[in-house]
């Protein structure tokens, strides 16, 4: 008889490795893509609430403050942790559907990997703090290459019958996969990035920024608000049930793109 | 060698008469290369002839005799006890009914039920093309075009990649359901395929699968299920 493994007496690692034996690693990676997603979504709405707060710039820097003395800055390095694994495995899985790519197995080794380099990378600039950046130029690189990204997977997926609004799914996700890491590297250059009010305000009169803060709202709100639906009509089966749903989760997801939209448009 | 195990297996019962649900414990001398259709069998000659499970063809070949054990969806005729042992690592076995279907009794559901969603797909030529050749009555194939779905062809509907799908099976018409249907639409011998897309990209079609591939870790006829699936969001 094989040797019980040490780690597989610990009740939750066991649950997880008797899964991937009787379904798979995959499989358990799609529960780590679902979760994470959720986490996102709930990451996303605290994120335009707090911001929405900008419109009182005194108020703004003390709840930052306050939440730098309350949230030790290595839970703002954890966060980044379902960022880039979903955003990195999102990539694989439009790989695997929309590109043949069959070689599933070495991708997903690449996005594990991947994301440990992002966040020994992500530690090593907080820690170093005081990165100078241009804004501007850090923010046309990966816009364009996240526009040039969502363009590749408009061409392919002219061929797919699927609904438009599934296809925006995906479209939106690619937008994504560079441009969240890209967001998330950016506030944690220089600490005080993303704290000072006067700072973001400035940043903000660049219609160029407006653009990119725009596009990244909406596509965030759309992706994550069609994921949500996505995931609870895998379980409800009835038509008024889903219905219901789809009026509260569209108003809800509407209703945080009209904070974040006023946000932008406010200065 | 080891030639006997004694095992442990733990079956989930159920009495429709009595609305009763239970999990029985019983303890038997197998062979080592006993199947577990040969295990539950002895069960029912030494031991309890009233535990209800099924079977046909004990070849691999009907699907009926699909079951979850220690959770994983298999067929019971093809797992030899010595394997199950070692894949296992234990000689105690939970033993459950696949939940895609209602319950019957004990490891029997209602595969009539299963099987109304593999019927909405339709699982059939709709529309057969006529002959290519004036002489042969039947429209023949090329190897290049059976190349790409042969694989397919071989579902049995066991419906274990369903019990094994992240989709839960309230509103997903399931993998093998799906995979009936890309079938179809790449046999050259069917000319109706609208009614089939109409059902992949249905609600409770492709959408509803999200590339989790369990369906192609589980199915024990080794067909990539997933594979097929990805192709019909790609687009066939
Ligand atoms: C930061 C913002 C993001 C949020 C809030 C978010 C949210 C979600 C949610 C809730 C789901 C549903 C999960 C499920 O179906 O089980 C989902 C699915 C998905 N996400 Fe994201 N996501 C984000 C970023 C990304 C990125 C950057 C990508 C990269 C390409 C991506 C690609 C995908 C894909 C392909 C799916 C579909 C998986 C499926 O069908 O199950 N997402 N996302
Ligand atoms: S695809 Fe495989 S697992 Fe699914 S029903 Fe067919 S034979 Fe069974
Ligand atoms: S790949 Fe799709 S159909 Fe197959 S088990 Fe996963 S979710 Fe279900």
Same mark, same amino acid.
């Given at each position: 008889?094989? &040797? ?40 996303? %709405? ?7 707060? +900008? ?9 930052? &403050? ?7 800055? %290595? ?16 990539? !694989? $899985? ?7 790519? !069959?070689?599933?197995?070495?991708? $997903? !080794? ?9 966040? $020994? ?37 002219? !061929? ?8 925006? &799914? ?15 590297? %950016? ?16 940043? +903000? ?5 407006? +653009?990119?803060?725009?596009? +990244? ?51 | ?34 199947? *577990? ?8 000659? /030494? ?39 070692? *894949?296992?690592?234990?000689?105690? *076995?939970?033993?459950?009914?696949? /939940?895609?279907a209602p319950r019957i009794r004990d490891l029997i559901i209602d595969t009539e039920k299963a099987y109304e969603r593999v019927d909405r797909v339709k699982p059939y030529v709709i529309d057969p093309a006529p002959a290519d050749h004036d002489d042969v009555e039947e429209n023949q194939i090329s190897p290049e075009d059976l190349e790409r779905y042969v694989d397919a062809t071989r579902c049995i509907n066991c419906f274990c990649c369903s019990s094994a799908c992240i989709s839960s099976h309230r509103? *997903? ?60 969001? /790609?687009?066939?």
């Open positions: 008889m094989k &040797q019980q493994s040490r780690l597989g007496t610990i009740p939750g690692i066991s649950y997880v490795q008797k899964t991937a034996r009787n379904r798979g690693w995959p499989y358990v990676v799609a529960w780590l893509h679902r979760i994470t997603g959720l986490m996102l979504v709930l990451y996303v %709405f605290l994120h335009i609430l707090t911001l929405s707060g +900008l419109s009182d710039p005194v108020g703004f820097e003390q709840k930052m &403050q306050w939440f730098q003395k309350l949230i030790p800055l %290595f839970f703002d390095w954890f966060l980044a942790i379902p960022v880039i694994f979903h955003s990195l495995n999102g990539g !694989r $899985l439009i790989l695997y559907e929309l590109f043949g790519n !069959r070689l599933d197995q070495p991708v $997903l !080794r690449g996005v594990m990997v991947g994301s440990g380099l992002y966040l $020994l990378m992500l530690a090593v600039i907080m820690i170093m703090g005081d990165q100078s950046v241009s804004p501007f130029l850090f923010w046309v690189y990966f816009f364009l290459a996240s526009i040039l990204c969502g363009y590749l997977v408009t061409l392919r997926l002219k !061929r797919s019958g699927a609904t438009l609004l599934w296809k925006m &799914q995906r479209v939106s996700g690619t937008f994504l996969f560079l441009m969240v890491p890209a967001h998330m590297l %950016f506030m944690h250059l220089d600490p005080v990035i993303g704290r000072d009010a006067q700072l973001i305000l400035t940043r +903000l009169q660049s219609p160029f920024i407006k +653009l990119v803060d725009l596009l +990244l709202v909406v596509s965030v709100l759309y992706h994550g608000g069609y994921g949500v639906i996505g995931v609870c009509r895998d379980y409800l089966s009835f038509r008024g049930a889903q219905l219901a749903l789809l009026v509260l989760i569209t108003t809800l997801f509407f209703g945080f793109g009209l904070i974040g939209v006023k946000l932008l448009f406010l200065v | 060698m080891i030639t006997t195990y004694q095992i442990t297996l733990k079956i989930h019962r159920y009495d429709p008469a009595l609305q009763k649900h239970w999990t029985q414990e019983y303890q038997v001398e197998a062979g080592r290369i006993m199947r *577990f259709v040969d295990v539950l069998r002895k069960i029912n000659d /030494e031991q309890d002839p009233t535990l209800a499970w099924g079977s046909s063809c004990e070849h691999g070949q009907c699907g009926t005799c699909s079951m979850k054990i220690n959770g994983k969806p298999l067929l019971s005729c093809e797992l030899l006890v010595e394997n199950a042992v070692d *894949f296992f690592n234990t000689t105690t *076995f939970e033993i459950e009914p696949l /939940e895609v509103t *997903f018409l399931g993998p093998n359901a799906m995979l009936a249907a890309v079938v179809r639409v790449m046999d050259p011998r069917e000319r109706e395929k609208q009614q089939r897309l109409d059902v992949l990209y249905n609600e409770n079609g492709v959408y509803r699968c999200h590339s989790s591939k369990a369906c192609s870790f589980v199915c024990p006829k080794e067909i990539d299920v997933a594979h097929f699936i990805a192709l019909a969001k /790609e687009g066939l």
